[in-house]
């Protein structure tokens, strides 16, 4: 277990100065291959590592650096948070030993274990994200392959739906129990299902080639990206009145968003010619492009309500990291 406090000063893509960087903490759980995917209000993070044998196990950082190491069930080789909740709340896949079928998982802040299967048995269920009420999103693949997304409740109800009637694959579920995602019509659009059930979809582009959406916030603003007319991959961030505000890291070739906090902050990645980076978009439309130091690529894929960004990152020598930037 190695945890390493580095520094280093992003760049800021405007003209007022910074007199101090962000302080960046590694999260290198067993140094073969780490991967962050989750951070709370309190810095907390989850996420997956590879042991020795490439067998992937779910853990728990807590912002004093103490890790907790968990798998779904006894026997699995595969467990992969997805996300977590405020109360340290745990959600994503495993593997069952059994079947081979991808299941769902809670891990209540007490470290017990639920298991819940959205399908009848012959299928696949994949959780994303969890919300503050232990309120779990994500989407299911049944035995004959159609694709379902769902809703389960704190107490394990699992409502299932389609958006238009189009299979559909939620990202984030916010406290208000609106959820967000991808729908998969005659293009991948983007869409917002409120607590009444009733849903929409959109495009971040009226002749654009499809649209994402990765996060969603309290106000009902979502972030994702979408590629244009041409192609060209943008981020976005839609408000809940509809309008679509256009997210460009400057000279990046392609930028994605893929975390949205209550300040409408936003980060994510973007790509330059020959690989991809970290960044932070301020509520104001300022831009901070960022690598920790000594990285080759980074993407980040977190924020919470005090800038505090998690993400990972790879040295030259290709193993995934874990990261956590503090402003």
């Known amino acids: 277990m190695k945890f390493t406090a580095i520094f280093f000063l992003g760049t800021a893509l405007t003209a007022s100065p910074c007199l101090a960087g962000p302080k960046f903490t590694t999260v290198d759980v067993e140094g073969v291959f780490t991967i962050v995917t989750g951070l709370n209000q309190s810095g907390a993070v989850t996420g997956s590592y590879d042991d020795a044998d490439l067998s992937a196990h779910g853990f728990l950082r807590t912002p004093d650096g103490t890790v907790t190491k ?34 769902g998982f809670v891990r209540d802040p007490a470290g017990n274990i639920a298991t819940f299967d959205a399908t009848d048995g012959t299928g696949q269920t994949f959780a994303s994200a969890i919300n503050k009420k232990g309120e779990v999103t994500g989407f299911y693949i049944d ?16 409502d299932s739906f389609t958006v238009d009637g189009a299979g559909a694959q939620p990202t984030g579920i916010n406290n208000k129990r609106m959820v967000t995602g991808t729908a998969f019509g005659d293009q991948p659009s983007g869409f917002v299902r409120n607590r009444d059930k009733t849903a929409i979809t959109f ?50 070739k392609s ?19 020959k690989t991809f980076h970290s960044f932070v978009r301020k509520a104001n439309n300022r831009y901070f492009a960022f690598d ?20 990972n990152y790879e040295k030259a020598d290709g193993i ?8």
């Open 255 to 273: 930028t994605s968003v893929l975390a949205l906090n209550q300040g409408h902050d936003s980060a994510g990645r973007w790509d330059d010619a």
């Open 320 to 327: 995934s990291r874990g990261y956590i930037r503090t402003p």
């Open 70 to 103: 968990f798998d779904a069930v006894s026997g699995s080789h595969r467990t992969v948070p997805a996300g977590i909740n405020d109360d340290d709340a745990v959600t994503g896949n495993y593997t069952d030993p059994d079947t081979g079928f991808a299941k």
């Open 143 to 158: 035995g004959t392959g159609n694709t379902f997304a769902f809703v389960r409740s704190a107490k394990g109800k699992i």
């Open 292 to 311: 920790p130091p000594k990285a080759v690529k980074s993407m980040a894929t977190d924020i919470n309500d005090d800038g505090v960004v998690a993400g």
């Open 203 to 252: 495009t971040a582009a009226a002749d654009g080639h499809g649209t994402e959406s990765n996060a969603i916030n309290d106000a009902g603003w979502t972030g994702g990206r979408y590629a244009d007319s041409k192609f060209k991959v943008h981020g976005f961030l839609r408000n809940a009145d509809g309008k679509v505000i256009t997210v460009d890291v400057p000279d990046a």
